[in-house]
């Protein structure tokens, strides 16, 4: 029951199961970087219903889920699984030979 609309989208038919729940197509979902425990946002628009992604991050925090965070913590943890650490220092001067060295 698939078919496309002007825009090229799929269009895709979800059925209102138990509990009045819908499941979102996996491609949708894929789509938007939707996962279980995201939040989106209903509305009412012309007796249709509009469903939007939400992502609540503080503004503050928005850095720590960037791309490149994201990656240097996958590195960082990468190094501490190999034992790549060095530290703690008694010093901060004992840290700037470290970096230095």
Known sequence: MLQKNKTSD???????KKHHQI????SL????NLD??????????????I???I????????YFYTKEWQKDEAD???DIAKN????PFKTADDLFQELEG
């Open 76 to 78: 960082a943890d990468k």
């Open 36 to 49: 279980e425990g995201d939040y989106v946002k209903i509305e009412n628009r012309n007796q249709e219903i």
């Open 10 to 16: 799929l269009i895709t038919l979800a059925k209102i």
């Open 29 to 32: 979902r894929k789509k938007f």
């Open 51 to 53: 469903i939007k992604p």
């Open 84 to 87: 790549k650490i060095t530290g």
């Open 55 to 62: 992502k609540i991050v503080h503004p503050d925090q928005e």
């Open 23 to 26: 499941t979102l197509p996996y």
